[in-house]
């Protein structure tokens, strides 16, 4: 039972238009939500993160959004640039109990920018 | 340097070996976490420690999976009589808090013939 869905295994974009990738989460004791960038043989680079006592968070070309209430968030990038073509992972995690602070991923989506 | 460094990069050994894998954390950084990442999927979270207490195992999937930290610093994953379903990547990362990004590093893959 997957507590963290990425249901769009690729997206393919333009350069210089916006990227959207989505997440959803079904356990409402997740608090943190993190987003996380992969490139092949490497270990996932953190990009960039939301507490839900926010809706929105923003950094450069990065904003990620967060619906509580449709447990939705959603990464935006914009412009997007080649560069930017990766396997971007949705992580989230709860302070709670035993398991707090251990991150619970997504499948991952493989972003495709095309020049 | 700087960032969170595993080794080996590439480990393979016969199914019934024990295999170690190493992390060295970034400097300073009280949080570690073991992650395990199969193909295809996102990775999935093995054990915590925060210095060098094990507050958290509940990921092993086996008695044959042992972690520690025994200084605070580098930490040790091992696996003991080592499987198939062992391979793939076992990825450490770690944070300045519990409740801070975490920080991956590169991951050891493993294969198990």
């Known amino acids: 039972d997957q507590q963290v869905k990425q249901n769009s295994p690729s997206l393919s974009v333009q350069e210089g238009r916006i990227s959207i990738l989505n997440c959803d989460y079904t356990n409402s004791m997740f608090d943190y939500f993190l987003w996380y960038k992969k490139y092949p043989a490497e270990g996932p680079t953190f990009l960039i993160s939301i507490s839900s006592i926010k809706d929105k968070n923003e950094d450069g070309r990065f904003t990620v959004f967060l619906n509580k209430s449709a447990k939705h968030l959603s990464l935006h990038i914009v412009p997007s640039q080649p560069g930017d073509s990766a396997v971007y992972f949705c992580a989230a995690s709860g302070h709670s109990g035993a398991g707090s602070y251990q991150l619970t991923f997504g499948k991952g989506t493989k972003l495709s920018v095309i020049p | 340097g700087a960032g969170v460094s595993q080794s080996p990069r590439y480990k393979v050994a016969k199914r019934g070996q024990d295999v170690a894998l190493r992390c060295d954390p970034i400097s300073g950084h009280v949080s570690l976490f073991w992650y395990q990442q199969a193909l295809g999927q996102g990775p999935e979270f093995l054990t915590y420690?925060?210095?060098?207490?094990?507050?958290?195992k509940s990921g092993l999937p086996s008695d044959r999976f042992f972690a520690e930290r025994p200084e605070g610093s580098v930490s040790t994953l091992k696996i003991q009589r080592t499987q198939q379903e062992d391979s793939a990547v076992y990825l450490c990362a770690s944070s300045l808090g519990a409740d801070q990004p975490q920080h991956f590093g590169d991951g050891t893959r493993l294969s198990i013939l």
């Open positions: 420690f925060q210095n060098e207490a094990q507050l958290d």
